[in-house]
């Protein structure tokens, strides 16, 4: 196993390591394969313990001689202010760049000799530390996070070094349309809120960023009962609870005066940002409506509802008798390069939108065909077009717990957004349970007839005006 210590990004995109799970289907000659509920029903438990500082241990034991352990802690972009946003970013970075403990030289060579992948994102609302190595080795990685995550140096020096190193990433993420696209729709879709702030922060922050600030983040935000340590593979929920009581107990979970940070409501705003620049080859545009909590019963239906709109690439091939009849317009009509349909989910709100990638001749009509594609989940979904879409469903859930880091990582952020981890047994009975009439009845509350947020970057003359996106949002008939 290569050795590593790297950062992930929190892009849409973002993809986890990932290891083939004792789980899925075996093909193996001669062995017996398993059926799909089987696996289900099968799964092994996810146990959950609570510090008595509040601090959540959470673990599912996989049999696999690897384990991914981490911290995830209800931190992010979202806990900014406007002058603070990017703190969360900029501390990720310092985070192996050594400890009171270990300078940086020696934790990237204790990393080493234990053949592991030590690795960090940030998002909106989380913000996550991990580890991903041999099952024996478990107490080191512990050790470790709980050395990044405590006992970070932030030296000076380092702060200066890493104050050039993320001003060139904020530099190259300009680069990458799609980050810049769907940050400016939270930007437009959540203006005035924390919510529309991006994860990177403005270079402003990074210019500026103190010690002190670094510090009161951390003396805000990590708390024991906001955290949650959680692991997968082949680890002993006995022995992560002791390992937890023995490097995580005395995390504080007191806060002085009335310092208590709380998730600002965060109002949607119907409107529209675009960035035109002809000189780029391809628009890309993000249209969205506001969605539901994470733990709203409505997620489930417009999950199913999503798979029914699909995706497609145009360098995957293919398209032309895909089952999805946005997919087949964009073959047929060659109306795009590539579609997403997308839920990005928040503790109490949602971005339920569309993205999409075109030449400048076709906005027009891929965001006609987008929209009327919206329409037809709000009136004309049939029972094919939701068997299709829970299949579909069914299949990327299980595909996304492939390997001990997204087991891990799906942990944790259920931990931190429900207070547990939702089996897959009990997602599989929740996407069952949804009907055609359920998709129109939920795709119509929040859908039909409302104010749609709009982002578009590159040559998008030809994008429609405001209002007349707004009018396709619902439909005349007699």
Same mark, same amino acid.
């Given at each position: 196993?290569?050795? $590593?210590?790297?950062?992930?990004?929190?892009?849409?995109?973002?993809?986890?390591?990932?290891?083939?799970?004792?789980?899925?289907?075996?093909?193996?000659?001669?062995?017996?394969?398993?059926?799909?509920?089987?696996?289900?029903?099968?799964? !092994? @438990?996810?146990?959950?313990?609570?510090?008595?500082?509040?601090?959540?241990?959470?673990?599912?034991?996989?049999?696999?001689?690897?384990?991914?352990?981490?911290? %995830?802690?209800?931190?992010?972009?979202?806990?900014?202010? /406007?002058?603070?946003?990017?703190? +969360?970013?900029?501390?990720?970075?310092?985070?192996?760049?050594?400890?009171?403990? =270990? #300078?940086?030289?020696?934790?990237?060579?204790?990393?080493?000799?234990?053949?592991?992948?030590?690795?960090?994102?940030?998002?909106?609302?989380?913000?996550?530390?991990?580890?991903?190595?041999?099952?024996?080795?478990? !107490?080191?990685?512990? /050790?470790?996070?709980?050395?990044?995550?405590?006992? *970070? $140096?932030?030296?000076?020096?380092?702060?200066?070094?890493?104050?050039?190193?993320?001003?060139?990433?904020?530099? @190259?993420? @300009?680069?990458?349309?799609?980050?810049?696209?769907?940050?400016?729709?939270?930007?437009?879709?959540?203006?005035?809120?924390?919510?529309?702030? $991006?994860?990177? +922060?403005?270079?402003?922050?990074?210019?500026?960023?103190?010690? &002190?600030?670094?510090?009161?983040?951390?003396?805000?935000?990590?708390?024991?009962?906001?955290?949650?340590?959680?692991?997968?593979?082949?680890?002993?929920?006995?022995?992560?609870?002791?390992?937890?009581?023995?490097?995580?107990?005395?995390?504080?979970?007191?806060?002085?005066?009335?310092?208590? #940070?709380?998730?600002?409501?965060?109002?949607?705003?119907?409107?529209?940002?675009?960035?035109?620049?002809?000189?780029?080859?391809?628009?890309?545009?993000?249209?969205?409506?506001?969605?539901? +909590?994470?733990?709203?019963?409505?997620?489930?239906?417009?999950?199913?509802?999503?798979?029914?709109?699909?995706?497609?690439?145009?360098?995957?091939?293919?398209?032309?008798?895909?089952?999805?009849?946005?997919?087949?317009?964009?073959?047929?009509?060659?109306? *795009?390069?590539?579609?997403?349909?997308?839920? $990005?989910?928040?503790?109490?709100?949602?971005?339920?939108?569309?993205?999409?990638?075109?030449?400048?001749?076709?906005?027009?009509?891929?965001? =006609? %065909?987008?929209?009327?594609?919206?329409?037809?989940?709000?009136?004309?979904?049939?029972?094919?077009?939701?068997?299709?879409?829970?299949?579909?469903?069914?299949?990327?859930?299980? +595909? &996304?717990?492939?390997?001990?880091? #997204?087991?891990?990582?799906?942990?944790?952020?259920?931990?931190?957004?429900?207070?547990?981890?939702? !089996?897959?047994?009990? %997602?599989?009975?929740?996407?069952?349970?949804?009907?055609?009439?359920?998709?129109?009845?939920?795709?119509?509350?929040?859908?039909?007839?409302?104010?749609?947020?709009?982002?578009?970057?590159? #040559?998008? /003359?030809?994008?429609?005006?405001?209002?007349?996106?707004?009018?396709?949002?619902? %439909?005349?008939?007699?």
């Amino acid at each position: 196993m290569a050795a $590593s210590v790297c950062r992930v990004g929190s892009t849409m995109g973002r993809v986890l390591a990932q290891t083939r799970s004792p789980l899925l289907l075996s093909l193996r000659r001669g062995q017996a394969s398993v059926s799909y509920a089987q696996s289900l029903l099968g799964a !092994p @438990e996810t146990r959950l313990s609570t510090l008595d500082n509040g601090l959540r241990v959470a673990s599912e034991e996989t049999g696999h001689a690897t384990c991914t352990v981490g911290l %995830w802690i209800s931190a992010g972009s979202r806990y900014e202010s /406007e002058k603070t946003n990017g703190t +969360g970013f900029f501390l990720e970075h310092m985070a192996f760049k050594g400890t009171k403990k =270990h #300078p940086q030289s020696a934790l990237e060579q204790r990393v080493d000799s234990l053949g592991a992948h030590l690795s960090a994102y940030t998002s909106r609302e989380h913000t996550a530390y991990y580890m991903k190595t041999l099952a024996k080795d478990l !107490p080191q990685a512990v /050790e470790l996070l709980s050395e990044v995550v405590q006992n *970070c $140096s932030l030296s000076e020096a380092e702060i200066e070094q890493q104050r050039g190193l993320v001003l060139r990433e904020l530099e @190259e993420v @300009e680069s990458n349309l799609q980050e810049v696209c769907l940050d400016l729709l939270h930007a437009t879709a959540f203006q005035g809120t924390a919510l529309g702030h $991006s994860v990177l +922060g403005p270079s402003n922050t990074a210019r500026n960023i103190s010690r &002190q600030d670094l510090v009161e983040y951390i003396d805000s935000h990590y708390k024991a009962p906001r955290m949650v340590l959680a692991a997968a593979g082949g680890v002993s929920h006995q022995e992560l609870l002791a390992l937890a009581r023995s490097h995580f107990s005395g995390v504080s979970f007191e806060y002085e005066g009335d310092a208590v #940070p709380v998730l600002p409501p965060c109002r949607f705003t119907g409107s529209e940002i675009r960035m035109r620049d002809d000189a780029l080859p391809l628009a890309h545009v993000a249209i969205a409506v506001e969605g539901p +909590g994470a733990a709203s019963p409505d997620t489930v239906p417009l999950m199913v509802a999503n798979a029914i709109i699909g995706s497609y690439d145009l360098t995957c091939g293919g398209g032309k008798n895909m089952s999805s009849r946005l997919a087949r317009l964009a073959v047929e009509e060659n109306l *795009c390069h590539s579609f997403q349909a997308f839920h $990005s989910s928040y503790s109490d709100t949602g971005l339920l939108g569309i993205y999409f990638v075109t030449d400048r001749n076709h906005i027009d009509d891929m965001m =006609h %065909w987008s929209q009327n594609a919206w329409m037809n989940l709000c009136t004309t979904v049939t029972e094919s077009d939701v068997a299709r879409g829970k299949n579909a469903l069914k299949a990327t859930m299980v +595909g &996304q717990l492939d390997g001990t880091t #997204p087991i891990c990582d799906d942990i944790g952020r259920h931990v931190l957004n429900y207070g547990r981890r939702i !089996p897959l047994a009990e %997602w599989d009975a929740r996407i069952d349970a949804v009907t055609p009439k359920m998709v129109r009845d939920v795709c119509s509350k929040y859908i039909y007839d409302k104010c749609p947020a709009v982002a578009a970057v590159g #040559p998008v /003359e030809q994008l429609p005006d405001y209002n007349r996106m707004r009018s396709a949002m619902y %439909w005349l008939r007699f």
